[in-house]
């Protein structure tokens, strides 16, 4: 039997995967380890391996193009084997209905005794509970946007989701008619629960559903039967788009409304684009307020005219830099950032690294001190050690270590596990395994995800000082300018020293400026001394 190898699930925020380039071609033998494709995500480059052995009868995506999560990549199976019904499958395309049980006086046999239906087979797609943040196990369905029998589109705002950090829309990806709705509004799914199912109007899924929750793959479904035909009133042509319903209330997402909230923007001014002109996070993303006319007066003096050639270029955005720029408007529009700078003294460590260097089997880096220095400050300060949760503050046991590295598509950040528990070279030796790993598209998700602080380094980019935006989930992060020769009075006279800046944005919602303080403090100690660290 052929096997179907889907875009997979590659990273927590990942919504669809461009082939960047194929490993093997139609007729290769394929082995259930071999690497396929290489896949680029909103974070990195990864490799997507079939996890099957036999022979690559079928490629979905050419190098260069997209696939959104779980559509159809490649199929492997026994050379000559057809594979078309697979392929209907996919496209929608109409399949003959399972035949009919006769009528029997008999009492109806188990479940576990009836044909396994899939969704293949009928042509539908079901939409599972998504993973929509590092920390999630279940969502709760805050509203339905859609109702069984509504015709949906692939990039239809379906349901809003209450996570552990915020309420998200969840997108079908999937043309055709809402078939099933599988958790009532309220009510919570874990992750990977049948929450919907889409298909062509009239499917019977009554086997499909039985296949399911005989596998325990969907939780108890609401009491939702398909409707009865609705009427639908003519509207008259409107002078301009409205956002009230009805009852005058506004209509928009809980999500467009936070978000809407949080930068200031007025609802009443914002044109909704989804259904009956409600407003969605896209309407607020895009909103721009009506610039004020300009009321400056040209000036008298004579105008010098200068002739030139206009030109521009656009550079199609990657997923990682979408994902970047989305993540990090939303952690600064949602977290209340402040900033704490501190000086520190790096003469002792200069000196202390060189003396390592000599010894160590890797090269210890200042960015290796400051990862080290970092987790035996979080150890002392906890709370920094944290992160926001919307209604409590989860306080870490554990340090992971985030550490920032710019690659051609965009920002990416490797977290070094347990950094508190390993010693300076252990450090140095994993932090450039993920570099490399990084730069050489190998870095997995388990690499990139987890962190609990994060440290942003650009002082070997000659970088004297600059804030940071919190990397989500962290509570904080720590911004590294250049190390600086500056000159400073020594008893009667004058003479030089190293100074490096350093600078700590805060999330205010759970680290006070007294405990960002403290750290810093502690941070300033273990740099200016590294012998301590060593203890």
């Not at 709705?181 to 199912?197: R, T, W």
Request: a negative charge; proline letters at 5%.
């Amino acid at each position: 039997m052929a096997e179907v190898i889907r875009m997979p699930l590659l990273s927590d925020t990942m919504t669809e995967g461009k082939i960047v380039k194929w490993n093997k071609n139609i007729g290769d033998a394929v082995k259930s380890d071999d690497v396929l494709a290489d896949v680029e995500t909103d974070k990195a480059t990864m490799e997507v391996v079939g996890y099957a052995d036999g022979t690559l009868l079928y490629v979905g995506i050419k190098e260069g193009e997209a696939a959104k999560i779980n559509e159809i990549i490649a199929i492997v199976g026994k050379p000559g084997e057809d594979i078309q019904s697979y392929l209907a499958a996919e496209a929608g395309a109409s399949t003959p209905d399972p035949a009919p049980v006769a009528p029997s006086a008999a009492p109806a046999p188990a479940i576990s005794q009836a044909p396994v239906i899939t969704p293949e087979q009928l042509g539908v797609t079901v939409i599972r509970m998504p993973l929509l943040s590092d920390t999630m196990t279940s969502g709760k369905i805050v509203q339905w946007n859609k109702n069984v029998g509504d015709a949906v589109k692939s990039d239809d705002n379906l349901a809003d989701v209450e996570t552990d950090k915020a309420t998200m829309e969840v997108v079908g990806y999937a043309d055709g008619t809402l078939l099933h709705i599988g958790v009532a509004e309220g009510e919570s799914a874990k992750i990977n629960d049948v929450i919907a199912i889409i298909g062509k109007a009239g499917t019977d899924i009554t086997g499909l559903l039985a296949s399911l929750n005989s596998n325990g793959n969907t939780p108890a479904a609401a009491a939702v039967s398909a409707p009865a035909p609705v009427a639908v009133a003519a509207i008259a042509p409107a002078a301009a788009p409205s956002n009230d319903s009805t009852d005058g209330r506004l209509k928009a997402s809980p999500l467009a409304k936070i978000l809407a909230k949080d930068k200031g923007i007025d609802l009443s001014k914002v044109i909704g684009s989804g259904d009956g002109g409600r407003i969605i996070k896209k309407d607020v993303d895009d909103f721009k307020a009506a610039p004020v006319a300009a009321q400056t007066a040209a000036p008298a003096a004579a105008k010098i005219l200068v002739s030139g050639q206009e030109g521009y270029t656009d550079t199609q955005l990657t997923s990682m830099r979408k994902t970047i720029a989305r993540r990090l408007g939303e952690s600064m529009f949602t977290a209340p950032h402040f900033y704490l700078t501190m000086e520190i003294c790096m003469d002792n460590a200069i000196k202390a690294r060189a003396q390592m260097n000599e010894v160590s089997p890797t090269k210890i880096s200042f960015q290796d001190m400051l990862i080290k220095a970092s987790a035996l400050a979080l150890k002392k300060h906890p709370a920094v050690n944290s992160s926001w949760m919307g209604d409590f503050i989860r306080t870490y046991d554990h340090v992971h270590i985030g550490s920032a590295i710019a690659l051609p598509e965009g920002l990416i950040v490797p977290v070094l596990r347990f950094a508190d528990q390993k010693s300076l070279s252990q450090i140095a030796l994993e932090s450039k395994e993920l570099y490399d790993k990084a730069r050489n598209k190998k870095i997995q998700p388990q690499d990139f995800t987890g962190n609990t602080f994060t440290i942003s380094n650009l002082g070997m980019m000659d970088i004297d000082e600059f804030t940071a935006i919190i990397n989500p989930p962290d509570s904080c992060i720590l911004a590294v300018g250049k190390i600086k020769e500056v000159v400073v009075r020594k008893g009667e006279g004058f003479t030089t020293t190293q100074m490096m800046k350093v600078t700590l944005s805060c999330d205010h919602r759970s680290v006070d400026g007294a405990v960002g303080a403290g750290f810093l403090q502690t941070l300033k100690k273990y740099m200016e001394n590294p012998v301590v660290m060593l203890v």
